[in-house]
């Protein structure tokens, strides 16, 4: 009985890495496929900038590029994207960045950002991490965590300064209205506006 037991375990191993195994490539079309489809999504976001700072808040999301983030701790922070502008509204500074989207570069939203990287990916039965390289992009490497339904967990985003952005998605669902109109921010009156920050050096 011991003897059959070992070979039946080993098998066993076999069988369940073969089941979840998958290459970088098949991973990638897995997920485009997945977060494009995916229609509407709602949760709470847990997000780490590029200078370390953590935040935490609500988003709202409506494939293929739109996405609607309000933080509320440690600050108030509205982040709007209808696919083609960006805006970053504080409340508490009374400013507002505007940042027009590059025609092409942002298409697809995450799904269009994994575009033209080579992946390798890693799982088992709880998921799924394809790690992205890429040294002509402006994230050299991107991690990305899925389910075992390549739905988007969260994501590790690495520039070639070597410094960081990343971000956790928890609470997820597809149930909630989400209206687009929400997807087309109105700054407030009185608000100091800052074009294109993120093309200042």
């Given amino acids: 009985m011991n003897r059959l037991r070992i070979p039946i375990i080993i098998i066993s191993l076999f069988c369940s890495t073969s089941l979840f195994s998958v290459t970088g490539d098949e991973a990638v079309e897995k997920f485009r496929s997945r977060m494009l489809r995916v229609g509407k999504l709602t949760g709470v976001i847990s997000w780490t900038s590029i200078d370390g700072q953590t935040y935490s808040g609500?988003?709202?999301?409506?494939?293929?590029?739109?996405v609607y983030v309000k933080f509320t701790s440690p600050t108030e922070k509205i982040l709007v994207s209808n696919g083609k502008t960006l805006w970053?509204?504080?409340p508490g500074t009374n400013m507002c960045g505007i940042q027009?989207?590059?025609k092409g570069t942002t298409s697809g939203g995450i799904a269009g950002l994994v575009v033209g990287y080579n992946g390798i990916a890693s799982g088992n039965e709880a998921?799924?991490?394809i790690k992205l390289k890429s040294d002509d992009k402006q994230?050299?490497?991107?991690?990305?965590?899925?389910d075992g339904t390549?739905?988007?967990?969260?994501?590790?985003?690495k520039r070639?300064?070597?410094?960081?952005?990343?971000?956790?998605?928890?609470d997820v669902s597809g149930k909630a209205d989400v209206r687009e109109n929400i997807f087309n921010f109105k700054v407030p009156r009185g608000v100091h506006?800052?074009?294109?920050?993120?093309?200042?050096?």
């Fill in 58 to 66: 609500s988003f709202k999301y409506l494939s293929p590029d739109k």
């Fill in 88 to 90: 970053i509204y504080s």
């Fill in 100 to 102: 027009e989207l590059a």
């Fill in 127 to 129: 998921g799924y991490t």
């Fill in 139 to 146: 994230y050299r490497e991107i991690i990305l965590s899925v």
């Fill in 150 to 157: 390549y739905m988007l967990r969260g994501a590790i985003f």
């Fill in 160 to 170: 070639e300064d070597g410094r960081i952005i990343s971000f956790s998605l928890s």
């Fill in 193 to 201: 506006i800052v074009k294109n920050p993120m093309n200042i050096r």
